[in-house]
């Protein structure tokens, strides 16, 4: 580990209001937009129901929001130069809270994935002005217990989503998923208005707009985010459909990358990259990312489908992650005092590899008081990396690129995210497979115990085996992905090394 790099510096931006309060004011808004992102997990059948569709194409409830709100946060630093920060949040949340009110009055499918489209164009922009804004707003200092608030935000909500999704449409109706949002979207919004003001260097600036850039990095994305969505439903590459899309991402994105590089005004700007803290701190988000929402994606699906949990009671086993993430905010704030964010990351990836190594552990006997340690340390070791992450992944950065370096970073956590679910799906499969193919070697009759259940139960001792070779199959698959998680978070540790120390204190540097 080397000491910052020295440079040029210059006098700090401060608001004219108070931090807190505008910290209260943003992540409002965007605990309403990360929670969006998992809330209707657990009533799409009800929605398919409701809507007379089936469960398959009521899942593009979940895509439709997922796709747009990726396309726009890496161009959302874009939108605040053409148009001004305050005014393009303010329009966002416009927009993310009146699309609410049209999913919950939607009267066909099309029309609710529509609605959601524009939900997730209107949240897009919210992830990384909150961050950016948090960011300026406090002294150097105190950015470590505003990382936190936003830390929180960021990863409980998406956790206490499909419990509050499921007890709502068990109370009362799937449309109230989305109704809820008015009241908070509007109080965000007046909040907003009041309180947050643009910085000077974040001004409209009048300039072209980069029409090829962003329509080369909408196909990108959106391409993306759909094969990862359904790529396992139709067995990968093995779908035609699937292996041209793969090739339109692949052409379309490099052609972006090669567009941004030459364009006068790009819609992201790629020389951010230079940076090699932030590109650092993306790869361990996406990482991280992929580890959490691959845990969240696979402890509810083993309780439902192995243990015959209902969808809120196995909901609720992810909660001591909530607690976990409470109490990291406390100790990286009092940690961050008398350690280096560096060594603060090291503990956290420790932590995250540890748990995930104790819930290989899983078994059919397991009960959710189990789950408590390991997901209470896993929420700890969560929180412990991120907040230090995204201050070290953004400390380097001059202040004008702070905005299109956040979502950069929060693109790269999500869309780990969506690689996590989606390899996790495959390897649950594939695992599978294999471990039966492993155990079924085992019921031959030269296994005394095979014999010995033949003979006992003659007429029905092949399916009852069978079935608890399948289970057990599955079994192994679970606690494989748990192991390779834990593989992979130590594996992190080795990033750690390579990023440059941001001091706690001092003005901004500028390169």
């Not at 679910?421 to 005394?448: D, E, K, S």
Request: glycine residues 10%.
């Amino acid at each position: 580990m080397e000491k910052a790099d020295t440079g040029n510096y210059t006098e700090e931006w401060r608001p004219g209001s108070n931090p807190w309060l505008i910290a209260v004011a943003i992540m409002l808004a965007t605990t309403l937009e990360v929670l969006d992102t998992s809330v209707a997990n657990v009533a799409v059948p009800h929605i398919a129901g409701t809507l007379s569709a089936t469960p398959q194409e009521g899942t593009w409830v979940l895509t439709s929001y997922i796709v747009s709100n990726a396309i726009v946060l890496p161009a959302s630093a874009w939108f605040g130069s053409l148009w001004g920060r305050k005014r393009v949040l303010l329009i966002s949340i416009a927009l993310f809270t009146l699309s609410s009110m049209l999913c919950g009055v939607a009267a066909s499918l099309e029309q609710l994935v529509a609605f959601r489209v524009l939900q997730g164009i209107g949240g897009g922009s919210l992830q990384p002005f909150s961050q950016a804004i948090l960011m300026e707003s406090f002294p150097k200092e105190k950015r470590t217990t505003a990382m936190a608030v936003f830390g929180i935000g960021v990863i409980a909500a998406p956790i206490i989503g499909p419990i509050l999704g499921g007890w709502i449409t068990d109370n009362f109706s799937w449309r109230w998923i989305f109704f809820i949002n008015l009241p908070f979207g509007i109080a965000a919004f007046l909040m907003i208005k009041m309180l947050v003001e643009d910085p000077p260097y974040i001004r409209k600036i009048g300039r072209g707009i980069d029409y090829y850039g962003f329509a080369l990095m909408a196909i990108g994305i959106g391409a993306l985010q759909v094969i990862l969505d359904k790529g396992q439903q139709v067995d990968w590459f093995q779908a035609a459909w699937l292996r041209w899309t793969a090739a339109g991402v692949f052409v379309s994105l490099f052609a972006f990358v090669f567009w941004e590089f030459r364009t006068k005004h790009p819609v992201v700007d790629l020389y951010v990259l230079k940076d090699r803290n932030l590109v650092g701190g993306m790869i361990v988000a996406f990482m991280i990312g992929a580890i959490m929402y691959g845990t969240m994606a696979l402890l509810p699906l083993f309780y439902q489908t192995m243990m015959q949990y209902t969808a809120l009671l196995s909901g609720f086993i992810l909660l001591p992650l909530v607690t976990g993430a409470l109490l990291g905010t406390i100790v990286v704030a009092v940690s961050n005092k008398y350690f280096d964010n560096r060594v603060l990351m090291l503990f956290g990836l420790l932590l995250i590899g540890s748990a995930s190594f104790m819930l290989g552990n899983i078994n059919l006997q397991v009960g959710m008081n189990s789950m408590v340690i390991p997901l209470f340390v896993l929420g700890v070791g969560t929180i412990t990396v991120f907040i230090p992450l995204s201050i070290t992944a953004l400390g380097t950065l001059a202040a004008k690129d702070m905005g299109n370096g956040s979502g950069l970073f929060n693109l790269a956590r999500n869309i780990g995210g969506s690689f996590g679910i989606a390899i996790t799906t495959t390897m649950l499969a594939r695992m599978a497979q294999l471990h039966q193919t492993v155990l079924v070697g085992q019921l031959t009759p030269f296994n005394p115990l095979y014999q010995r259940a033949i003979q006992a139960y003659p007429s029905i001792a092949n399916g009852l085996l069978y079935g608890e070779l399948l289970r057990q199959s599955a079994l192994l698959a679970y606690v494989d992905c748990f192991h390779w998680y834990s593989v992979l978070a130590f594996l992190c540790v080795i990033m750690i090394f390579l990023f440059r120390k941001v001091e706690s204190t001092g003005p901004m540097m500028v390169h």
